[in-house]
């Protein structure tokens, strides 16, 4: 059914004069139980970042030997504006609020004791949340393991990590998980395995030539070893999450009965021409970028072509470690910003120097540093057929869109266009795809303000809510596209399709 979706007034509200075109998809089209909100991290909101105990991160090192502008140091400051943070949330009308908790701010050393003040912090903000009706999502790893674990055996390269993660997510279920009920232990566990071992441009930076020129790392092997790991820590806290914190239904004990997931990066890959070559290559992008992490949580195993690819670089999973890692996982985080074209690379290294993902590489980093046309193509078939995808090869798990969102340029006009039809467009697609009988239970806008950003710290902007970073106070201000969430959200009369025609006035 089409219709006016904004009154008068609101058009009035909002410093905007135009036409309103509407569709016929709303909030309450949703299934029940589906949720709607936005995310941030933690080295890229907080600030703080020598405060109250804090250590740095591998984040922190990475930031500081890239960026000018005190990295992180300060970013948002959430940190210290959390309350007025997440009144914007309750205006807005978020349902969910995704973040992640800085290991090195609760537990300083990486292992041992609690830094009392970083736990003071996260109790308060989740609380926040909580007594506002606003659900918490929590990551424990978004790109930034203590360093110190780095400095004394590699972070991801050691096995000692393993049980490193689960005393610290052990700490995170004990301190939060009667208010936490949606856990993800590694975010984009795929892209901070490519991008930080392989060709060492993303944190902890390690690589070897010729695919990157780091001081340390091996790209041939580092990133099946660390992938490795990461799965066998994941798998460890979750059997510790099922054993010690979930619903325990023969005594009658009510525990946390939360959920477990795993976050990965996906893009829409698709043959760059009809050559029989580029479309093997597709299907290797697939595994070597997806199935690397999918297979092993859904079937116990990596994808035979990419074992029979990397040979012995990969590492083996023990018949217990199988079990352990298959179907550890309650839920699938999904990041989606854009699709990507894979062509053939021809395979002109001896096997002992090929990197983990020679075939997708290329265009991964084309893609990632493509500065040419800045914002992201609208197209939600490309998330659509990722979706599809799993639901067809991966038994349909339980997917929350983790994060989605728009890039824009800095210091742009608060009337940001692009990002309003490109979050209606895949929040629509994703409707599609439910009505298809893919299994999607929430999606996350990337992100709820402007924040620093891991390619490329303040550049680019991709909130709801601009940050003057010229401004000691940091001022918030809403862009269009929080009013028109907001309004989506709460009802307000609105569709997906809703577009304000000709507004009458630039916001900055």
């Known amino acids: 059914m089409w219709g006016i979706c904004f009154s008068l007034f609101a058009l009035m509200s909002l410093g905007l004069l135009g036409v309103i075109v509407c569709g016929n998809v709303s909030r309450d089209d949703f299934p029940t139980g589906f949720v709607f909100g936005a995310g941030g991290s933690a080295y890229q909101t907080e600030g703080a970042a020598n405060l109250d105990g804090r250590t740095p991160s591998i984040f922190d090192t990475f ?55 970083g736990l003071q912090y996260y109790n308060n903000f989740i609380n926040e949340l909580v007594s506002h009706g606003i659900q918490p999502h929590v990551t424990l790893h978004h790109f930034d393991h203590p360093q110190v674990l780095e400095d004394q055996y590699g972070g991801w390269v050691s096995r000692k990590i393993v049980k490193d993660f689960t005393r610290y997510a052990d700490v995170c279920f004990r301190e939060f998980g009667d208010r936490v009920k949606h856990w993800t232990t590694i975010n984009e566990a795929n892209m901070f395995v490519i991008a930080g071992y392989d060709w060492g441009q993303l944190p ?22 660390a992938a490795h790991h990461i799965l066998l820590a994941h798998a460890s806290a979750y059997r510790l999450y099922e054993k010690n914190y979930k619903r325990d239904f023969w005594a009658m004990q009510d525990k946390q009965h939360g959920f477990i997931g795993f976050n990965i990066l996906s893009f829409s890959f698709v043959p760059q021409t009809q050559s029989n070559e580029d479309e093997i290559a597709t299907k290797r992008a697939i595994d070597f970028f997806i199935g690397w992490f999918l297979n092993p949580l859904v079937f116990g195993d990596y994808p035979d072509l990419m074992k029979k690819n990397a040979g012995s670089r990969i590492p083996a999973f023990t018949v217990q470690e199988s079990k352990s890692v298959r179907s550890s996982f309650d839920f ?18 001896t096997w002992e120097n090929r990197d983990a993902v020679a075939d997708v590489r290329i265009q991964l980093e084309n893609v990632l540093n493509d500065t040419s046309t800045y914002e992201y193509p609208s197209a939600p078939w490309g998330l659509a057929g990722v979706l599809q995808d799993i639901k067809q090869h991966y038994n349909n798990p339980p997917i929350y869109i983790h994060e989605n969102g728009q890039r824009t340029r800095r210091n742009l006009t608060l009337v940001d266009w692009a990002r309003i039809e490109y979050l209606q467009a895949y ?31 303040y550049e680019s902007r991709f909130g709801l809510y601009y940050v003057d970073f010229d401004d000691s106070e940091l001022k918030r201000l809403p862009k269009l596209s929080a009013h028109w969430y907001s309004h989506f959200l709460k009802r307000n009369n609105i569709t997906l399709d809703s577009i304000v025609l000709s507004p009458s006035r630039d916001y900055i």
């Open 332 to 349: 699938l985080g999904l990041n989606y910003y854009r699709g990507m074209h894979v062509n053939n690379v021809p395979n002109t290294l």
């Open 204 to 225: 902890p930076q390690r690589c070897s030539q010729p695919f990157g020129d780091c001081s340390k790392g091996n790209s041939s092997t580092e990133p099946y070893i």
């Open 427 to 457: 929040i629509g697609g994703v409707m599609d795809t439910i009505r298809d009988g893919t299994n999607v239970k929430g999606y996350f806008v990337w992100s709820f303000m402007d924040s620093f950003e891991l390619m490329d710290g």
């Open 63 to 117: 930031a500081h030997a890239k960026y000018t502008e005190g990295a992180g140091n300060v970013a948002c400051d959430g940190y210290h504006k959390y309350k007025e943070d997440i009144q914007l949330m309750v205006e807005t009308g978020l349902e969910a609020y995704r973040f992640s908790i800085s290991w090195s701010r609760l537990i300083p050393n990486g292992r041992g004791p609690i830094n009392p003040k």
